[in-house]
């Protein structure tokens, strides 16, 4: 059985770090292109880095040079490293590959406070 497991949220304040890790079950993360996502509250879920198999990433625009994804084949895991949190990041954090074709893990609650 495939399972996306995501750990790491919980309240910070505004200008924090948080470490995200995603865990996989049942499918090697490896040779996938991997993304995390987030949902904020009334918004759709929006893709905010990637990172393919190579190694070379993505941002959206709202995270750039501020948040970091990375992977580790072996551990088959995949991170993000966020810095400098604005209360515009709080939102549920999810990992799944590029093209979402996992079943959707529970998430992590990120939540920044001003």
């Known amino acids: 059985q495939v399972q996306l497991v995501e750990s790491g949220g919980g309240l910070v304040q505004s200008g924090g770090s948080l470490r995200l890790s995603c865990a996989a079950s049942g499918i090697s993360l490896s040779i996938y292109v991997m993304g995390w996502y987030r949902q904020a509250p009334g918004k759709q879920r929006e893709l905010v880095a990637v990172?393919?198999?190579?190694?070379?990433?993505n941002y959206a625009d709202s995270v750039k040079g501020r948040f970091t994804i990375s992977r580790d084949n072996a551990k088959n895991t995949v991170s993000l490293q966020m810095n400098s949190l604005k209360p515009e990041d709080t939102a549920v954090y999810y990992c799944?590959?590029?093209?979402?074709?996992?079943?959707w893990g529970q998430g992590t609650q990120v939540t920044v406070s001003s």
């Open positions: 799944n590959t590029a093209s979402g074709m996992v079943p």
């Open positions: 990172i393919r198999s190579g190694g070379s990433t």
